[in-house]
């Protein structure tokens, strides 16, 4: 039986990948900050699934956070054959007048933490010549986007990697996948600070077990990439393809400022 790590696994789309693993009996090794939630989600998927899961309760922001998580892996014996990056967050508003630490904590968890864990497992995946690694990215990635400065630079920097990863390690028989999901029924506009009227403005949106669906058939396809979402998600993605740089930011700070 296969063993899945997956990040930000309390909520959302975190949460939706453990409960579809689960029912593919897979074993999995649960990662967020809060332990009242994640101990909850492993009894329910431990006794509906018959399946072994983990709990490490860790702040991925934290020095060493991802050091601390393998060899929590190591000491338990646990090969990770199955990597989902998926922990992240976003913060709307004029990056000049957002908390400073907020933003750096972003960047942190959005992209340090997922190199960093990346790079711990995938050498013991070369090694094997098997095992899997998802990353959680976002429409986002493919344009900037004034008042999500941040984050959209996140997760650009996910979406390159992510791709780099999969031409490299093919011929190692190592699986990477980046998913770009569209909006999605999860806690992100909270998080973020949106305004409530830019929410309401928002159409098609997605679930979190449409975007682990769409993941995991295109992993298995031994996609590098995936859109997930309505037709007008990837129609955006593909956006900075036809239009000026500095066109597509003019309009898309028109659509974004509240």
């Known amino acids: 039986m296969s063993t899945a790590l997956i990040t930000?696994?309390?909520?959302?789309?975190g949460e939706a990948f453990a409960k579809e693993l689960a029912a593919r009996q897979t074993n999995l090794v649960l990662v967020a900050r809060s332990a009242e939630k994640?101990?909850?989600?492993?009894?329910?998927?431990?006794?509906?699934?018959?399946i072994q899961v983990e709990v490490i309760v860790k702040d991925l922001t934290e020095p060493n956070a991802a050091a601390d998580v393998f060899d929590i892996t190591k000491t338990k014996g646990l090969t990770i054959d199955l990597l989902i990056n998926n922990a992240g967050f976003g913060d709307y508003g004029d990056f000049a007048e957002r908390d400073g630490e907020r933003q750096?904590?972003?960047?942190?968890l959005n992209v340090l933490a997922l190199v960093d864990l990346t790079h711990r497992f995938l050498p013991l995946m070369r090694q094997r010549r098997s095992g899997s690694i998802i990353n959680v990215s976002s429409i986002?990635?493919?344009?900037?986007?004034?008042?999500?400065?941040?984050?959209?630079?996140?997760?650009?920097?996910?979406?390159?990697?992510s791709e780099?990863?999969?031409?490299?390690?093919?011929?190692?028989?190592?699986?990477?996948?980046?998913?770009?999901?569209?909006?999605?029924?999860?806690?992100?506009?909270?998080?973020?600070?949106?305004p409530t009227a830019f929410t309401s403005?928002?159409?098609?949106?997605?679930?979190?077990?449409?975007?682990?669906?769409?993941?995991?058939?295109?992993?298995?396809?031994?996609?590098?990439?995936v859109v997930s979402?309505?037709?007008?998600?990837?129609?955006?993605?593909?956006?900075?393809?036809?239009?000026?740089?500095?066109?597509?930011?003019?309009?898309?700070?028109?659509?974004?400022?509240?």
């Open 8 to 13: 930000g696994a309390s909520s959302g789309i």
């Open 38 to 50: 994640l101990h909850q989600l492993a009894q329910e998927l431990q006794a509906q699934n018959n």
């Open 104 to 108: 750096v904590k972003m960047v942190q």
């Open 140 to 161: 986002a990635a493919f344009q900037p986007i004034p008042y999500l400065s941040v984050y959209a630079a996140s997760k650009a920097f996910v979406l390159s990697f």
């Open 164 to 194: 780099a990863l999969w031409a490299e390690n093919r011929k190692y028989g190592v699986r990477v996948l980046v998913v770009c999901p569209g909006p999605t029924e999860t806690n992100f506009f909270t998080e973020a600070s949106f």
């Open 201 to 225: 403005k928002t159409s098609k949106v997605s679930t979190s077990e449409e975007v682990v669906n769409d993941a995991l058939k295109a992993l298995a396809k031994g996609e590098p990439t």
């Open 229 to 258: 979402g309505s037709l007008l998600s990837k129609v955006i993605t593909n956006m900075p393809r036809f239009l000026p740089r500095e066109t597509l930011v003019h309009i898309l700070e028109k659509q974004f400022k509240a």
